[in-house]
């Protein structure tokens, strides 16, 4: 049974940071890329990071970049996102996904994920 299991989510106070964890189980981690996505109340999901099956790669848009950091750890079958100078506007649910067409490379766009997990909620708040 195909699981990824969001952790680390809070309430935090503008600027402060967060280190999301996902745990991975039931398919072989280390031939997925694994991407973060997040989804506030009202708007569209946004992708907000992706990395490679080796961790060789990854990829930012311009709205986090340099605020977040991916990483993933194959023997541990988990994924990492660590968040730095949160702001209000970071508030939503954060969910990792993995996709097996991704290899060397990675890119954000939801249909390409095979698996999702169900989500951890980061809030922004002073």
């Known amino acids: 049974q195909v699981q990824l299991v969001e952790s680390g989510g809070g309430l935090v106070q503008p600027g402060g940071s967060l280190r999301l964890s996902c745990a991975a189980s039931g398919f072989t981690f280390d031939g997925y890329a694994l991407g973060w996505f997040r989804q506030a109340p009202g708007k569209e999901r946004e992708g907000v990071s992706c990395?490679?099956?080796?961790?060789?790669?990854?990829y930012y848009p311009d709205s986090v970049k340099g605020r977040f950091t991916i990483s993933r750890d194959n023997a541990k079958n988990t994924v990492y996102l660590q968040i730095d100078s949160l702001k209000p506007e970071d508030t939503a649910v954060y969910y990792c996904a993995a996709a097996r067409r991704l290899k060397r490379l990675c890119r954000l766009l939801g249909d390409e994920y095979d698996f999702w997990g169900r989500g951890t909620q980061v809030t922004v708040s002073s």
């Open positions: 990395i490679s099956i080796r961790g060789e790669y990854s």
